[in-house]
């Protein structure tokens, strides 16, 4: 999925409110870790994801290792929080988030 920089404002937007609904902690992203993630990607679409540890290029590496197993579209990344959307596979036709078309 592409999105362009107008739905991602809009994501980040609604992303603003948002708890983080997983947190990685120092032994990294785990299979336990992906599996959470995609349950909380099909519960919710758009989640927050905190980040244990100071190293950034590892955060970096994290976000772009979750987004590629998990389908999921980069939405935001800023300090220890990682935002990430992806359209729910079990409710295609009611989809919780209706992201514009721009």
Same mark, same amino acid.
């Given at each position: 999925?592409?999105?362009?920089?107008?739905?991602?404002?809009?994501?980040?937007?609604?992303?603003?409110?948002?708890?983080?609904? =997983?947190?990685?902690?120092?032994?990294?992203?785990?299979?336990? $870790?992906?599996? /959470? +993630?995609?349950?909380?990607? @099909? %519960?919710?679409?758009?989640?927050?994801?905190? =980040?244990?540890?100071?190293?950034?290029?590892?955060?970096?590496? $994290?976000?772009? /290792? +979750?987004?590629?197993?998990? @389908? %999921?579209?980069?939405?935001?990344?800023?300090?220890?929080?990682?935002?990430?959307?992806?359209?729910?596979?079990?409710?295609?036709?009611?989809?919780?988030?209706?992201?514009?078309?721009?």
């Amino acid at each position: 999925m592409k999105l362009n920089t107008k739905q991602i404002a809009h994501l980040r937007g609604l992303a603003h409110s948002l708890n983080p609904v =997983v947190m990685i902690g120092n032994n990294g992203l785990t299979d336990n $870790i992906i599996k /959470e +993630i995609e349950l909380n990607l @099909n %519960a919710h679409e758009l989640i927050k994801i905190q =980040v244990a540890g100071e190293d950034r290029d590892a955060r970096k590496a $994290i976000y772009v /290792e +979750i987004c590629s197993k998990t @389908n %999921a579209v980069a939405v935001h990344h800023i300090g220890k929080q990682l935002v990430v959307y992806r359209a729910s596979e079990t409710v295609k036709e009611k989809a919780k988030i209706h992201i514009p078309k721009l």
